[in-house]
T-cell receptor
Framework: AQSVTQLGSHVSVSEGALVLLRCNYSSSVPPYLFWYVQYPNQGLQLLLKYTSAATLVKGINGFEAEFKKSETSFHLTKPSAHMSDAAEYFCAVSRSGGYNKLIFGAGTRLAVHP | NAGVTQTPKFQVLKTGQSMTLQCAQDMNHNSMYWYRQDPGMGLRLIYYSASEGTTDKGEVPNGYNVSRLNKREFSLRLESAAPSQTSVYFC?????????????FGPGTRLTVL
């Protein structure tokens, strides 16, 4: 069965600091992986997705993630945090067998302080 | 182009009451989904509709029913609400059922069952 684990339910960084949000997956087949962001009182918005075309994936708002098969990881990074990055971030894996059914991690809430 | 819209935004029910959550998309997408979001658990799939005229159960379907009214609309019904159904409900849509298709989310409905 596929699953996603996000390490750290809360992460706090200073403005301008590196953002690193961790995601590990479990999958018996090559996975398709996604990062979504949820701003307060809003729905989820896609940041980026890995579809096996390239291991380093660039997304919106300066975020990127690297797929590492040997570590079963898909960590999200941003070189320099901005106050507007404060949100909740979800890693998800697309369930094998079709029908685009996503399995989400529990989420990581990112706080950015001045 | 409104994307995915949901009504209502907030609802309070008493145990045993029924209600229907409405969802509509204007992106001409074939597939639609209903998720619930609970603290510390990420999003879990309740039901999905791969295409107009079809619906299938997700991870947590008990206590819910759905109707794919037409290509645009996908409703979620609680026949007899229970406190365990207190949650935030998100509707999403995607172009198709490919595992790499992006899902687009609505703003959510916050439901409290007393």
């Amino acid at each position: 069965a596929q699953s996603v684990t996000q390490l750290g339910s809360h992460v706090s960084v200073s403005e301008g600091a590196l953002v690193l949000l961790r995601c590990n997956y479990s999958s018996s087949v090559p996975p398709y992986l996604f990062w979504y962001v949820q701003y307060p009182n809003q729905g989820l918005q896609l940041l980026l997705k890995y579809t096996s075309a390239a291991t380093l994936v660039k997304g919106i708002n300066g975020f990127e993630a690297e797929f590492k098969k040997s570590e079963t990881s898909f960590h999200l990074t941003k070189p320099s945090a901005h106050m507007s990055d404060a949100a909740e971030y979800f890693c998800a894996v697309s369930r094998s067998g079709g029908y685009n059914k996503l399995i989400f991690g529990a989420g990581t809430r990112l706080a950015v302080h001045p | 182009n409104a994307g995915v819209t949901q009504t209502p935004k907030f609802q309070v029910l008493k145990t045993g009451q029924s209600m229907t959550l409405q969802c509509a998309q204007d992106m001409n997408h074939n597939s639609m989904y209903w998720y619930r979001q609970d603290p510390g658990m990420g999003l879990r799939l309740i039901y999905y509709s791969a295409s107009e005229g079809t619906t299938d159960k997700g991870e947590v379907p008990n206590g819910y029913n759905v109707s794919r009214l037409n290509k645009r609309e996908f409703s979620l019904r609680l026949e007899s609400a229970a406190p365990s159904q207190t949650s935030v409900y998100f509707c999403a849509s995607s172009e198709g059922t490919s595992e790499v298709d992006t899902q687009y989310f609505g703003p959510g409905t916050r439901l409290t069952v007393l």
